[in-house]
Every structure is written in structure tokens, then in C-alpha cells.
Nanobody, 125 residues
Framework: QVQLVESGGGLVQAGGSLRLSCAASGRTFTWIGWFRQAPGKEREFVATSSRSGGKVYYLDSVKGRFTISRDNAKNTVYLQMNTLKPEDTAVYYC????????????????????WGQGTQVTVSS
């Protein structure tokens, strides 16, 4: 049974930091990433990492502030978020794919068959 369990969300002031964790189990995943959805907005890609960590991709607006990393021994993916801004406020979802070959971009939510329940991140100004 596949499980993705996120943790680490919370309330932080602008300029602060949070680290999200996603504990994944039940499959060997190729891509594990993070998406977010703010109230009244569509879900958007944030960051993703290949299994080896050799390929990582970021949303342009978080480059230089967020870092995604994987610990395959613990089957856990982290999203370190620094210099947070109020516009980063959203529910953050962990997503995982077991596909080895796909024509879809790693930024495409349709690549990911498995999703966590989400964790709220609120950044106050």
C-alpha cells in the first residue's frame, strides 16, 4: 500500500524558514516532488527530484529559496524553504511517480499517481 505522509507545515513570519518532509512507502519511486495550492488558485508545481537527486527542478519563483532533497535510505523527501514570502502561503502536497519512462515533464502533475494529504504553510507579513 502506497503512503505519502507530509509533515512540517505551520505558521511563520515573512523571511522565516520551514522544512517539509514527505515519508514515502509502498513503492520504489522515481520522481518525488512538491506541489502547492493557494485558496482560489490552481495547484502549481513547486519542486521535484529524481531518485538519485541528480535531476531537480524548481518553480522559478522559488529558485534560490527552496531546496529539495531525498534520503532514499529513509524513503523521505525534504523541502527546505527559506526566505518565505506571504505568496508562498498554500497547502503543500507531496507527489510521487514510479514511472521510469514517460513523455510527461517532471513538472507535470499528471506524471504523479500518488499524492499525500497536504500540509498547510502560512506565511504572515
Amino acid at each position: 500500500q502506497v503512503q505519502l505522509v507530509e509533515s512540517g507545515g505551520g505558521l511563520v513570519q515573512a523571511g522565516g524558514s520551514l522544512r517539509l518532509s514527505c515519508a514515502a512507502s509502498g513503492r520504489t519511486f522515481t520522481w518525488i516532488g512538491w506541489f502547492r495550492q493557494a485558496p482560489g488558485k490552481e495547484r502549481e508545481f513547486v519542486a521535484t527530484s529524481s531518485r538519485s537527486g541528480g535531476k531537480v527542478y524548481y518553480l522559478d519563483s522559488v529558485k534560490g529559496r527552496f531546496t529539495i532533497s531525498r534520503d532514499n535510505a529513509k524513503n523521505t523527501v525534504y523541502l527546505q524553504m527559506n526566505t518565505l514570502k506571504p505568496e508562498d502561503t498554500a497547502v503543500y502536497y507531496c507527489a510521487a511517480s514510479e514511472l521510469i519512462y514517460s513523455s510527461r515533464s517532471p513538472r507535470d502533475s499528471n506524471l504523479y499517481a500518488y499524492w499525500g494529504q497536504g500540509t498547510q504553510v502560512t506565511v504572515s507579513s
